[in-house]
């Protein structure tokens, strides 16, 4: 098979982090059938249509007919960012790894003081302003929310909603859009290396929907 010929599944991590944060759920994901990479982007440097707009050119690059989609976090918002803005897009499944959709609390606590401002950066600046769709033509769009309380979320905003995965609120990660949604006893940082995560983001990514019958993994 010639590489243009691939159906690829491209993860794309969150805030402060690199593409190699997700090399579990690649690696997982590979084991489960699926040809996957991660892509990494300045998550502080650019907000996130300018980040939209440089996925949107890296996923051309690829010349796949298909391509997956696997978010974590704020990089689950610049994917949808993208598809906004680029419906040409080849098509493919959206999994959506505990993004703050709605908004950040804990975000809004740290940004209060100046130095959490500098280390948010410009990365989720805009998350209050964009316009939630409601609908992504040919797009199946699963959400999975942590439900887990533990994280740094809880240092910055110790009055974080529950139930929460440790940084992001179950009720943040409403995703309008989304044709199934899943939550998992997991911290929003335990995502990334959960195999209960990458069984459940197969299953959507293969079936377009969640196994919820699926016992413990």
């Not at 440097?45 to 989609?69: I, K, M």
């Not at 100046?114 to 302003?129: Q, S």
Request: with cysteine; net charge positive; hydrophobic share 40%.
């Amino acid at each position: 098979m010639k590489p243009g010929d691939r159906e690829l599944t491209v993860l794309v991590h969150g805030l402060w982090m690199h593409g190699v944060v997700m090399h579990l759920q690649r690696r997982y994901l590979q084991q489960a059938g699926f040809d996957a990479v991660s892509y990494s982007y300045p998550s502080t440097r650019l907000n996130v249509t300018e980040n939209a707009d440089r996925l949107s050119r890296f996923v051309r690059t690829l010349g796949a007919p298909v391509v997956h989609w696997v978010g974590h976090s704020l990089g689950g918002i610049i994917i949808l960012r993208m598809l906004e803005r680029d419906a040409a897009l080849p098509p493919g499944r959206v999994v959506l790894l505990g993004p703050p959709y709605t908004g950040t609390h804990a975000g809004k606590s740290l940004g209060r003081f100046h130095w959490g401002k500098r280390m948010l950066g410009r990365g989720i600046g805009e998350l209050a302003e964009l316009k939630k769709h409601a609908l992504f033509d040919g797009r199946d769009i699963g959400v999975v929310a942590g439900n887990y309380p533990f994280g740094l979320g809880r240092i910055f905003a110790w009055n974080l909603p529950m139930p929460n995965d440790g940084a992001v609120t179950v009720a943040e990660t409403q995703v309008a859009a989304a044709c199934d949604r899943i939550e998992l006893p997991v911290t929003h940082t335990g995502m990334l290396f959960s195999r209960r995560v990458s069984f459940q983001t197969a299953a959507f990514l293969r079936d377009g929907r969640f196994d919820h019958g699926a016992k413990a993994r």
